[in-house]
């Protein structure tokens, strides 16, 4: 499975191109770890947990060692709650590793790669269809946008007032259907395009927009990395 963009609301979403535009949804609760040194002090506050939330005591594996304490099925708001409580004593594990690259590492998914491939190697095919697209004039001080370029097989311009460019821009994009727009500013200029039409033909179900970078700009706005996050504490 070549994944090429993965987030996390509600559930995990991954998009990975395998003959074919493909949508995987896994549904997978947020949870952390915790450790306490001293877990009898703590007691009231652990059954506290136990009586609100799926709590399993186990034993987990980290850059640290291998501890006993709790596998706690909650949001980091509960985990936040926990060090406030115990006044930084807990020890919390994986409450600041994303849903979904903690999904990746558990089934041994990396992006950008098949599983036959080296998950480090920073040479590897790339299967997916790609744009430039360039808006002229100054992001931070957008006026009338004129001037949209596209760079596909060869460069296209469209020019003149600004609804017609929009207008399109968005037709060009929905024949084409690429799977990642390279965009210099793009976090910039989407909000500047946003209030002024509806981008629609750029959600997530069309493509991605993206700086060049090892995995693509997510098109939640996150930029996302090929090698997964480890397992790390909170503090």
């Known amino acids: ?19 074919g535009l493909v949508r995987i949804i896994a549904a997978y609760p947020p949870l ?6 001293d877990p009898h002090a703590h007691w009231e506050m652990i059954q506290a947990l136990e009586s609100r939330y799926r709590v399993e005591e186990c034993s987990f594996n980290s850059i640290f060692g291998t501890f006993e304490g709790h596998r706690i099925y909650a949001s980091r708001k509960v985990a936040e709650k926990i060090e406030i409580q115990t006044r930084y004593a807990a020890q919390l594990y994986n409450v600041d590793v994303r849903q979904d690259q903690r999904y990746l590492a558990e089934k041994d998914l990396f992006p950008c790669g098949d599983r036959d491939e080296s998950r480090f190697s920073p040479d590897f095919e790339n299967p997916l269809s790609i744009m430039g697209m360039e808006v002229a004039g100054d992001p931070n001080f957008p006026r009338e946008i004129n001037c949209v370029k596209f760079l ?7 020019e003149g007032q600004e609804k017609t460019v929009l207008t399109d821009l968005l037709e060009f994009i929905k024949v084409h259907d690429p799977d990642v727009i390279l965009f210099p500013y793009a976090d910039i200029w989407f909000l500047s395009l946003s209030r ?28 996302n990395t090929k090698v997964e996050s480890p397992s790390g504490q909170m503090f």
């Open 152 to 158: 596909n097989e060869r460069m296209q311009k469209f």
């Open 196 to 223: 002024r039409r509806n981008i629609s033909a750029l959600s997530p179900h069309s493509a991605a927009a993206a700086s060049s970078s090892r995995w693509p700009q997510s098109p939640t706005g996150k930029l």
């Open 32 to 37: 952390f770890y915790m450790h306490l040194k």
């Open 1 to 19: 499975m070549w994944i090429f963009d993965s987030y996390f609301k509600g559930c995990v979403e991954l998009w990975s191109r395998e003959r």
